[in-house]
């Protein structure tokens, strides 16, 4: 296993890190699965062997229980691992009980200590963003919270460039903690990210932590186009997460994908996932299973090592349309590209 910096910070975590949407099966999470404590013990045991140093979590996740079953599963272990938790989404029924007001996260940052068993979260996300909360508020409240060290570090989800921006300027301006990591949607299914805010948290600082770097089972080789998964979600249903924009595009990509697989004698979805770790900026990989045997299987990507030949196919099938203004930037400014820049492209 692989251990990279995450962002400015002195902090060193795993390239792959053990997530636990999965926990618990309460409400809509029964249809991501239904770990309880024994099965996070099991999946804990192979995460450390495999040398994974950090868990995320997230207050939300079956209304708390995810990380109820977090806590306990590592009692008398705390020490061994780094814990990620977020805040944001809503937590009750009352006019208070969801943001990222000052009320909101000091509260529920102290549940999450409770849940969790321990003293401190060692990174703790703004999950989404809130357009109706100053930032200053927001931002005092969790530099407030690591320098009451109930918090080592801070991290930020599903922005957008500009409110990550925005942010960062505000933090800057009022000598805040910054924010250190980003966790992000990046896939083979999608490269939006790449567009702002890969690009933004290379330039700034922020190692980039990604959520479902399967598309939530689509790059995991069981979807093909013309046939019939033997289980899991169907494309002629909903998928929400990811929306599904350009289906011929996603299994011309699963194609390239089974093909590599097939020649490194490994599984897609760590072809899929080995992919994500070749690319700029990445520090870290979320991954989840209800099974352990695709735990297992997902474990072994940190060991895959792909050619600049098959990285090239992979960019190719499935590289991102340039929206404006980066189609304006690929005809006129190449000359002057910096890294940041690169990480779109290339």
Excluded: C
Excluded at 15 to 30: A, D, R
Excluded at 45 to 58: E, K
Excluded at 231 to 237: C, D, I, N, Q, V
């Amino acid at each position: 296993m692989e251990y990279r910096q995450l962002g400015r910070s002195g902090l060193r975590i795993s390239t792959l890190t053990l997530g636990t949407m999965t926990f618990g099966g309460e409400g809509m999470f029964g249809n991501l699965g239904n770990t309880g404590v024994g099965g996070a013990k099991r999946q804990f045991g192979m995460a450390r062997d495999a040398g994974v140093n950090l868990i995320d979590t997230a207050n939300m996740y079956s209304t708390g229980a995810a990380e109820e079953i977090v806590g306990e599963a590592i009692a008398g272990e705390r020490d061994d691992w780094l814990l990620s938790t977020k805040v944001r989404m809503p937590m009750g029924d009352g006019p208070n009980d969801a943001g990222l007001s000052r009320h909101h996260i000091i509260g529920q940052a102290e549940a999450s200590l409770r849940r969790l068993r321990t003293d401190h979260i060692d990174l703790y996300h703004v999950h989404e963003w809130d357009g109706q909360t100053p930032l200053e508020e927001t931002l005092e409240a969790l530099d407030t919270l690591v320098r009451s060290g109930k918090v080592r570090y801070l991290g930020v989800s599903n922005y957008a460039g500009w409110q990550l921006m925005k942010a960062l300027g505000v933090a800057d301006r009022h000598g805040y903690q910054r924010f250190v990591a980003n966790q992000i949607y990046y896939s083979l299914e999608s490269r939006d990210a790449e567009y702002e805010l890969v690009p933004a948290s290379i330039d700034q600082g922020l190692g980039v932590l990604v959520w479902s770097p399967l598309a939530g089972g689509l790059l995991s080789g069981k979807y093909r186009r013309g046939q019939q998964a033997a289980e899991g979600r169907h494309l002629s249903e909903e998928w929400s997460e990811p929306p599904v924009r350009d289906e011929d595009k996603l299994y011309d990509t699963i194609e390239v994908v089974v093909d590599i697989a097939s020649g490194h004698g490994v599984s897609p979805a760590q072809i899929s996932l080995a992919y994500l770790l070749h690319k700029p900026g990445v520090t870290s990989l979320v991954i989840g299973a209800r099974k352990d045997e695709q735990l297992q299987d997902n474990l072994a990507a940190a060991e895959v090592r792909l050619g600049q030949d098959e990285l090239a196919r992979l960019d190719e099938v499935s590289k991102p349309w340039l929206v404006y203004p980066h189609w304006h930037q690929a005809n006129t400014a190449t000359d002057r590209f910096g890294a940041p820049d690169r990480a779109l492209h290339g």
